[in-house]
């Protein structure tokens, strides 16, 4: 079993659309957690840091629910330029940095 | 401009011929790490370091070397490239603890 794992998707939605992406993890040593926006040959950028607390920033909202051990994305009123692969991630040390395969997202007009 | 820099973007080489990725970043971030991307397998850490003079095996190290003799620069050896290293490669960094990771550019590596 992976130690993070995604739905690898694709998901097609149309443009304003909510979509929520999640995200299991199964080391539970793993201290913090991010979502990353891959786009196509691309490096990867950070998206957002995970919170217990929840965070949200402008349209995306990150939850992290540590007793269950998974972490969510949401994105509201998708927009065209949201197409992209979202990576999540988990973090238990410098060296224990672990990716999910991603989600591909792609917004249709 | 805060930056993880990787060179060269796109390289194209034999096999068995040496060659360099070089990374520096401007960041003064104490951890670096190299990671390469192959589809269906997702990010694999190769190496990574934690400060000068620290580094250590990732996930899948075999066939690289590393250094860190500066905390900006964390070089990418391959002493003698083979075809199943062609992947897409990628150095990043951050600030030790629970930081996420700069990434460089990528770059595109082909063995033939």
């Known amino acids: 079993r992976k130690e993070v794992e995604q739905d690898p998707g694709p998901f097609n939605v149309p443009e304003g659309a909510t979509v929520a992406f999640n995200c299991t993890y199964s080391?539970?040593?793993?201290?913090?957690f991010f979502w990353y926006r891959q786009d196509c040959r691309k490096e990867p950028k950070l998206l957002m840091s995970v919170y217990s607390s929840g965070n949200e920033d402008g349209r995306f909202t990150a939850q992290l629910n540590r007793a269950s051990q998974y972490i969510s994305l949401l994105i509201r009123d998708s927009k065209l330029s949201d197409s992209a692969t979202y990576l999540c991630?988990?973090?238990?040390?410098?060296?224990?940095?672990?990716f999910g395969s991603g989600t591909q997202l792609t917004v249709l007009p | 401009e805060a930056q993880v820099t990787q060179n060269p973007r796109y390289l194209i080489t034999v096999t068995g011929k040496k060659l360099t990725v070089t990374c520096s970043q401007n960041m003064n971030h104490e951890y670096m790490s190299w990671y390469r991307q192959d589809p269906g397998l997702g990010l694999r850490q190769i190496y990574y370091?934690?400060?000068?003079?620290?580094?250590d095996k990732g996930d899948v190290p075999e066939g690289y070397k590393v250094s860190r003799k500066e905390k900006r620069n964390f070089p990418l050896i391959l002493e003698s490239p083979s075809p199943n290293q062609t992947s897409l490669y990628f150095c990043?960094?951050?600030?030790?603890?629970?930081?996420?990771?700069?990434f460089g550019s990528g770059t595109r590596l082909t063995v033939v």
């Open positions: 991630v988990g973090r238990g040390s410098a060296r224990q940095l672990t």
């Open positions: 080391n539970s040593a793993s201290q913090s």
């Open positions: 990043a960094s951050s600030w030790q603890g629970n930081y996420g990771y700069t």
């Open positions: 370091s934690m400060n000068v003079e620290v580094t």
